[in-house]
């Protein structure tokens, strides 16, 4: 005779107690998002710390940030979904030290032997060579140039870039072959390289997503611990605005019963600092990202957890996460479309989406060098 179900309280008691056991201490994570590190899918073995009564994981030290440095054979990444306005970008990191809890793109980090959850955010590989990569990519016989997206798996202005510079290097290689580029971010970096994409802006070759996901700072603090303040990315639309680059406000993720309420007000402040388009994304939790973001509900808003939770598996078809296309960026039922009426309400209202910026792909310049050779081994 089965067990009968668990009550919604035990499963969340359960959840509670589970992840209690599991969590790294947290002043050896203070200013990261996740507080797991389970070893990735992938690994035949589970790794998992634990206090044996010798007060061992009190000698253990914070946890810093390490970067490996990648000699990436190949920098454009292709793609077919039908769900995305792009069919190439590129990756200069891999991981992200931003720490967003939510972020779709942690379950990458177990094809590198890694955590989704710590890992992700404290163990990040650089890739050095991408505008060599990008330059011998593009002088390639038939290339055909279409918009190249960044920032759409890792933050391409992560702390990582003030160091590295690859972002910048690799502007450099599209401002000189005039190849179109759309950028996301989360970081008020960006405006560093006003400079470059003012120059694309004006051959109608750059545009901007901003990403606003609060314009609450706690929030946004403890939901995304390391990218830019709120207050900060608002000033950076504001820049590239004035600096003559189309920026879009990226509502991503929207969260229910968390930040919905403020689709109306981060709209109305992104037009009045200068954004001209929108977007969102409703939240994804594909693979580790769901036990993750349950486990950050627990710690910082218990009281709404089985209210999110409910409310995101009615837009899911019943589950915490459903990957199927046409819906994975938006969902579906009641609640999902009317998250989409209130952003093209509100849109409308202030301004926005009046005309969508198309890049121009007609005044690519192939590269004369040739691009870099590569060792055989």
């Known amino acids: 005779m089965s067990a009968p179900p668990l009550s919604n309280e035990a499963c969340l008691a359960t959840d509670e107690m589970r992840s209690d056991a599991e969590r790294v201490r947290e002043d050896r994570r203070?200013?990261?998002?996740?507080?797991?590190?389970r070893s990735g899918r992938y690994e035949p073995i589970s790794r998992e710390s634990f206090d044996d009564g010798w007060d061992s994981l009190e000698d253990l030290p914070p946890l810093?940030?390490?970067?490996?440095?990648?000699?990436?054979?190949?920098?454009?990444?292709?793609?077919e979904s039908p769900d995305l306005s792009?069919?190439?970008?590129?990756n200069p990191y891999r991981g992200c030290e931003h720490g967003c809890v939510y972020c779709f793109a942690r379950p990458s980090h177990a094809y590198m032997g890694l955590s989704p959850g710590l890992d992700f955010e404290t163990r990040l590989f650089a890739k050095p060579n991408a505008a060599q990569l990008l330059e011998r990519e593009l002088s390639k016989p038939g290339y055909t140039p279409r918009p190249i997206a960044i920032g759409t798996n890792t933050d391409p202005y992560q702390p990582l870039e003030r160091r590295y510079k690859l972002m910048r290097e690799v502007l450099e290689v599209l401002d000189t072959c005039s190849h179109p580029v759309a950028i996301v971010t989360k970081s008020a970096l960006v405006t560093r390289d006003a400079d470059i994409l003012s120059r694309m802006a004006e051959r109608n070759l750059a545009k901007v997503a901003v990403s606003l996901t609060t314009l609450d700072h706690k929030l946004s603090r403890t939901m995304e611990p390391r990218a830019s303040a709120p207050h900060k990315r608002l000033k950076a639309i504001q820049v590239l605005s004035e600096?003559?680059?189309?920026?879009?406000a990226m509502m991503a993720p929207i969260i229910p019963a968390l930040n919905d309420s403020e689709i109306e007000a981060i709209l109305k402040t992104a037009a009045d600092h200068g954004a001209s388009e929108v977007a969102y994304v409703l939240?994804?939790?594909?693979?580790?990202?769901?036990e993750l973001f349950r486990d950050w509900l627990l710690r910082e808003r218990p009281d709404r957890y089985r209210h999110v939770m409910s409310l995101i598996r009615s837009m899911r078809g019943g589950k915490d996460?459903?990957?199927?296309?046409?819906?994975?960026?938006?969902?579906?039922?009641?609640?999902?479309?009317?998250?989409?009426?209130?952003?093209?309400?509100?849109?409308?209202?202030?301004?926005?989406?009046?005309?969508?910026?198309?890049?121009?792909?007609?005044?690519?310049?192939?590269?004369?060098?040739g691009g870099v050779q590569l060792d055989l081994f």
């Open 30 to 37: 203070r200013g990261r998002g996740s507080a797991l590190n």
């Open 64 to 79: 810093k940030t390490q970067v490996q440095e990648e000699r990436a054979r190949t920098i454009i990444t292709r793609n």
């Open 86 to 90: 792009f069919d190439r970008s590129i």
């Open 243 to 248: 600096a003559g680059v189309p920026v879009s």
């Open 283 to 290: 939240l994804r939790l594909p693979l580790e990202v769901s």
């Open 321 to 369: 996460y459903d990957a199927k296309w046409g819906e994975r960026i938006r969902g579906r039922g009641p609640y999902a479309e009317q998250i989409g009426k209130r952003v093209s309400l509100a849109a409308r209202r202030f301004g926005l989406n009046t005309r969508r910026k198309k890049l121009d792909t007609g005044a690519f310049i192939k590269p004369q060098k």
